[in-house]
């Protein structure tokens, strides 16, 4: 009778053994699968932030580049307008700087 409860002693310890290892495997189970699901969630975060980057970007980009037509025509203006402000100052005293380079050139001093 000794040895039978000896025995049931043993078969009792195996059995709560098992139970306690199903219950660290269903644990460890259960956490890997929450951790993926953790990683998807942030990846899916990620894409999510990395397309609305992307398309703020492309926005920027069209916005600068639809400029560059419009930039390119301001400056051309800009620059005629200041050729033509120069052309005009020009003319407008060349006659006095030919008057006085004749005048320098033309006087002799001692």
Same mark, same amino acid.
Request: glycine share 4%; net charge neutral.
């Given at each position: ?52 980057? !992307? ?7 069209? =916005?600068? %580049?639809?400029? @560059?037509?419009?930039? $390119?025509?301001? #400056?051309? +203006?800009?620059? !005629? ?7 005009? =100052?020009? %003319?407008?005293? @060349?006659?006095?700087? $030919?008057?006085? #380079?004749? +005048? ?7």
């Amino acid at each position: 009778m000794e040895a039978n409860r000896g025995q049931n002693g043993i078969q009792l310890l195996l059995t709560a053994e098992q139970e306690a290892q199903h219950i660290v495997n269903a644990a460890r189970n259960a956490k890997m699968a929450r951790l993926k699901q953790a990683k998807e969630e942030a990846e899916k975060e990620v894409a999510a932030f990395r397309a609305q980057m !992307e398309s703020e970007f492309q926005r920027k980009v069209a =916005e600068s %580049s639809g400029d @560059s037509g419009a930039n $390119v025509k301001r #400056l051309e +203006k800009e620059t !005629e307008a200041k050729i033509d402000h120069l052309k005009t =100052e020009a %003319s407008r005293i @060349s006659h006095d700087v $030919v008057q006085m #380079l004749l +005048k320098h050139v033309t006087t002799v001093k001692n």
